[in-house]
RNA sequence: GGAGCAGCCCGGGUGAACGCCGGCCACUGCAGGACGGGGUGGCGGGAGGAAAGUCCGGGCACCGCAGGGCAGGGUGCUGGUUAACGGCCAGUCGGCGCAAGCCGCAGGACAGUGCCACAGAAAACAGACCUCCUGUCCCGCGAGGGGCAGGGAAGGGUGAAACGGUGCGGUAAGAGCGCACCGCGCGCCUGGUGACAGGAGCGGCACGGCAAACCCCACCCGGUGCAAGAGCCAAUAGGGGAGCGUCUUCUCCGAAAGGGGCAGACACGGGCGGCCCGCCCGAUGCUCCCGGGUUGCUCGCUGCUUGAAGGCGUCGGCAACGGCGUCUCUAGAUGAAUGUUCGCCGCUCUCCCGGGAAACCGGGAGGGGACAGAACCCGGCUUACAGGGCUGCUCCAGCG
RNA sequence: UGCGGGGUGGAGCAGCCCGGUAACUCGCCAGGUUCAUACCCUGGAGGUCGCAGGUUCAAAUCCUGCCCCCGCGA
C-alpha cells in the first residue's frame, strides 16, 4: 500500500500551524545551501513521520515568483521524502536567489540538505 | 503603398510520468447512543483580462436610529441610463490636430473675506511718471528751458495682466466724441426638454484675474466591515477591586441616636459610536477596571432554476440601456489547491548548408515567448502587458 | 483587509497649512593659521524638491493618477 503511494504528499507530512513553524525556527537546526535555507529538529514524542513546511516571503518576489517557487519546493520534497531522517519537523526557507534559480540548481540544493542531515540525524 | 485614428477579440496547443484541492458514486472498515472521520477505486470540475492597485458605487451582515440643529465628507455644463456611482451614452461650450478624432473637477467673482511676488507712476479704484496741447509769467541773443492755471490720456516704458481692440473722421491736443467691423453688456424674437445656438435691436464700455484660496449655491452621504456575523455553547461560567451623592416634604420602625420607603429639587455618573439641544437609566441590580480560557470546529462560502449572471435571436432607442423569447450552469482554498519535470507541434529571431539573378524555397543548430495568481459577491475606474487577428474611418502619394 | 506617516545636495532635517527668494547642521573643496596635524577663521561647489499630467502669469507648495519606504489596528 505504502508504494503505491510513495510520490504521494498529504496534509498529515506538512506543518500547518503558525506554532510549529516558530518552535522549529527558534530551537531547530539550520542547514544552508545557495537558494533555500533549511531548519529540523526532531519531533518530540516517537512520531515517525517526517513533516516538512515551506516559507516564502514576500521579498522573493511578486504572487505569481512565490507560487513557482514553493510549488517546487514541493515537488522536490514529493519525489525524494524517503530520503530523508524520520522523525523530523522542517521548514525550508527560500531565498532571494531562489526567484531566478533555475531547476537544477533546487536539486542540488537539496542533495546538500539531505547529505547534511543525515550526518546530523544518523537512524538510531 | 505609406502615415495615422477609433472600436472589438485572442492571450499558445498537445502528450507522458508523478502529484494537489473540491464534488458525486461504490467498496472497505475505525469509533460508536448519534452526528461523524480514515483508506481504496471510478466519473466530472479546477485562475484573469486585468484575478493587480484598493480609487469609487452597491448587495449582504451586525451595531445605531423619537425629533431637531451644527459640524464633516463627496459630487459639480445639459439631458439620459442604472440597484447605485465620481461610471457609461448622447449633446453643448472651450482647447489641440490638415483630418479621422482626442483632451477638459467645465456651477457662482454685484453674498462676503482674501491674494495678485519682482518690475512699474499706478495692480482694482481709480489715478497720472515721462509726456501731448492751450493761456500766461520768468530765464536765454537764439535754439530752447522752467514755474503757475487749465484741457487730455493718444504715444513711451514695466508687467502674466494697465480700465474695450483695429481703421477712418474729428480736435489746440485728445477722448466711443461720431461712424464701420469685432468684442462686451441688456432685454426681445426664433429653434431646442435643456446646456446653448442663431437673428434683428439698443447701450457707448460700466463689470481685471484667481474659487484644483476660504467660501456661496444645488444635490447626495448613519457607522463598521465576511477576522462582518450565526451556530456547536452548556456561559451573563467561576474569581478580585472600585463606584452608585446631597437636601427637602410625607410616611414606617425605634424611647432616642439612627435606619428604611415614596415623591421632588440640585448636582454627579453612565448610555444614545463626530458634537449639541434633547431623551433615557442609576441599589438583592447596574457600570467600569483587573485577571482567566480559546493551535477551536462548522456555517456564511459557491449553488437548491440560482443571479442587478452569461451567450444567441428579436423588438424599442442615435446610443448607453431596457423589454420579450430561448439556451447554458461556470473554481471554492484557509501555512492557503488549481501544478512540477521532460518531450513534440505551431509562432518569431539569429546563424550555417544547398538551390536561385532576386523575391524566396528546402534542411540543420541555437535562442525568445509578456503583464500577472481567485480569498464574501457583483458594477465600474485606474495601472501593467511579449506577440497576433478582425472591422470601420482620415490624410498623403501613385495607377486606372 | 482597513488605516496613517514620509520621499527636498553625500547624510540628517526646515520650507508646504497661507503659491513668487530652497534655509540650517555635519560632511566635501580651496585659502589662512601651525614646524606639521587637529581645533579655529574666510570663501566656494553641490539640489530633475520620488515620477507623470493638470490649474495658475507663476507649483517643492494646490488638484489627479502612479512608484517606493516606514509604521499601526483587526
Redo the contacts with the bound molecule.
Keep these: 500500500?505504502a508504494n503505491?503511494?510513495?510520490?504521494?504528499?498529504?496534509?498529515s507530512a506538512?506543518?500547518?500551524?503558525?506554532?510549529d513553524?516558530l518552535t522549529v525556527q527558534d530551537t531547530g537546526l539550520k542547514v544552508s545551501a545557495d537558494c533555500v535555507l533549511a531548519l529540523a529538529k526532531r519531533r518530540a514524542t516517537g512520531a515517525i513521520e517526517t513533516r516538512i513546511?515551506?516559507?516564502v516571503s514576500s521579498k522573493v518576489g511578486?504572487?505569481?515568483v512565490r507560487?513557482?517557487v514553493?510549488?517546487?519546493l514541493r515537488?522536490l520534497v514529493?519525489?525524494r521524502r524517503h530520503e530523508l531522517p524520520k522523525g523530523l519537523d522542517m521548514v525550508l526557507i527560500a531565498r532571494n536567489s531562489a526567484a531566478t534559480a533555475e531547476?537544477p540548481a533546487f536539486v542540488r540544493a537539496f542533495d546538500r540538505v539531505t547529505s547534511e542531515l543525515k550526518k546530523r540525524f544518523p537512524p538510531p
Design positions: 500500500m503505491a503511494r510513495a510520490f504521494a504528499f498529504p496534509k506538512r506543518l500547518l500551524s503558525r506554532r513553524f513546511g515551506f516559507t511578486n504572487a505569481v507560487n513557482r514553493r510549488r517546487r515537488q514529493r519525489t531547476w
